[in-house]
Every structure is written in structure tokens, then in C-alpha cells.
């Protein structure tokens, strides 16, 4: 059985989760991590999110540049998060650089 979430994200029943989102990929923010995640954490979270999206480990020939995209894609999104969220009231977590 599928479950649609009210944000839209579908989950087998009796699959593990943790609100909705993959187990493997970890917070990369203070206070669950305590210093600035480094550019391999979060394209190593990237490549994870991708690689549950579409179903693939590792894709096909046919498929790889666009696969590769989205990772970039999906890294560059998380940094840019990362670097404008302030965890309560606090600085940004980044100095713009």
C-alpha cells in the first residue's frame, strides 16, 4: 500500500522513514551536526536523494549525464540552503565569501 502525504511525498506502507524522508540521508545543520558540512557530505546526500528519486544506484550509460545534473543540481540547491539557514535567531551558518 501507498501513502500520499499531505506534502506530497509517497511512502510504501511499513517502509522506514523518519517524517516522510530517506533514512540514509542525515541532517547536515547544527545542532545535529556540529560544524559546517563539507562539500563531500552534501554531495554525498545529493547523490543519495537522486539516487532514490529515480530508482537507480547507479545509472545507465544512456542516463548518466542527466543523473550527474541533477546531483550537481540538488548539491548546489542544498549548499545555497545551507548557507542561508540561521538556526534560531543565530548568524547564518556560512560567511558570505
Given at each position: 500500500m501507498i501513502r500520499l502525504f499531505d506534502f506530497g511525498w509517497r511512502?510504501?506502507?511499513?517502509?522506514?522513514?523518519t517524517e516522510g524522508m530517506c533514512r540514509s540521508i542525515k541532517t547536515l545543520r547544527?545542532?545535529?551536526?556540529?560544524?559546517?558540512?563539507?562539500e563531500e557530505e552534501i554531495r554525498a546526500a545529493a547523490l543519495q536523494y537522486v539516487r532514490k528519486v529515480s530508482?537507480?544506484?547507479?545509472?545507465?550509460?544512456?542516463?548518466?549525464?542527466?543523473?550527474?545534473?541533477?546531483?550537481?543540481?540538488?548539491?548546489?540547491?542544498?549548499?545555497e540552503l545551507?548557507?542561508?539557514?540561521?538556526?534560531?535567531?543565530g548568524a547564518a551558518r556560512r560567511a558570505a565569501g
Open positions: 511512502i510504501a506502507e511499513g517502509a522506514r522513514q547544527p545542532p545535529v551536526q556540529p560544524e559546517e558540512a563539507t530508482g537507480f544506484r547507479a545509472p545507465a550509460a544512456h542516463n548518466r549525464e542527466v543523473f550527474e545534473r541533477a546531483v550537481e543540481a540538488v548539491a548546489s540547491a542544498t549548499a545551507l548557507d542561508g539557514l540561521e538556526v534560531r535567531g
